[in-house]
Nanobody, 115 residues
Framework: QVKLVESGGGLVQPGGSLRLSCAAS????????MGWYRQAPGNQRELVAR???????DYIDPVKDRFTISRDNAKNTVYLQKNSLKPEDSALYYC?????????WGQGNPVTVSS
């Protein structure tokens, strides 16, 4: 059974940092491309960052130079380090595992950036 469990969200002040983690089980993790998505109230879910099985990464422009995605294949975990957080980064953050035609989603982890 595939399972993705996110952790590390919460409330942080503007300019602060958070690190999200997503632990995977039930998949051959190293073969999967992993992504972080977010969805704010009233908005569509959007891709934030992804890391491919070969280690290549890409980011949407609003988070470049502030967010870093990484993976530890030995721990079956993908991370999203978020620095210099802004109120507009507030959202429910999801991780996704993708391989061929298979997509698996985590349950979502809320991040609120507010003073």
């Amino acid at each position: 059974q595939v399972k993705l469990v996110e952790s590390g969200g919460g409330l942080v002040q503007p300019g602060g940092s958070l690190r999200l983690s997503c632990a995977a089980s039930g998949i051959s993790f190293s073969a999967y491309d992993m992504g972080w998505y977010r969805q704010a109230p009233g908005n569509q879910r959007e891709l934030v960052a992804r890391i491919f099985s070969n280690g290549r990464t890409d980011y949407i422009d609003p988070v470049k130079d502030r967010f870093t995605i990484s993976r530890d294949n030995a721990k079956n975990t993908v991370y999203l380090q978020k620095n210099s957080l802004k109120p507009e980064d507030s959202a429910l953050y999801y991780c996704k595992a993708h391989w061929l035609w298979t997509d698996c989603w985590g349950q979502g982890n809320p991040v609120t950036v507010s003073s």
